[in-house]
């Protein structure tokens, strides 16, 4: 018994680390963690992120539902880790969150535009799945893509 009274009034050992990561958020103590060691500066940073938002839009590569961070290196001839990196720290989204956004966006004028089924347009704009598309849909516009149509076609 006077064994467990003293350990309750131990300290924590990792107290004081528990105390840094409170004083900022989590996601940039990660990212300052995870890309210390990286040559990428600001600069080349910002260029890769104005590349990937010219190359999603031209090439329309967010068609493509097979489109991965590696395919994508490769179409732009930059290493993958420096397009995520970009995508982390610099547009402060992750890979398939910036891919999902540019489908979503070509879903919502296809719902507009056209009667075509639910399931036919999530095929057309890049997802493999109703429920992926119905997720992700719902998560960036806040309604489903049926109540989206709904609403746009009054």
């Known amino acids: 018994m006077v064994f467990s009274i003293q350990a309750l009034r131990q300290r924590p050992a990792f107290e004081t680390v528990y105390q840094k990561l409170a004083e900022e958020p989590i996601d940039l103590a990660r990212s ?10 600001d600069a ?17 590569l967010y068609l493509n ?11 732009l001839n930059i290493p993958a880790h420096y397009i995520s990196q ?16 540019s489908r979503i966006e070509a879903a919502q004028v296809r719902l507009s535009n056209t009667n075509d089924s639910v399931l036919d347009i999530a ?11 119905y997720s992700a849909f ?16 009054k």
């Open 123 to 133: 095929m057309a704009v890049g997802f493999n799945s109703r429920s992926a598309f």
């Open 32 to 41: 300052k963690i995870k890309y210390q060691r990286s040559a990428l500066g």
């Open 86 to 101: 970009t995508l982390n720290q610099t547009m402060k989204t992750s890979f398939f969150e910036w891919v999902n956004r």
């Open 44 to 60: 080349q940073s910002q260029r890769i992120a104005d590349k990937l938002n010219n190359v999603l839009v031209s090439d329309a």
């Open 65 to 75: 539902n097979e489109l991965t961070l590696y395919k994508l290196s490769i179409h």
């Open 138 to 153: 719902k998560l960036q516009v806040g309604s489903t893509p049926s109540a989206y149509r709904k609403r746009e076609n």
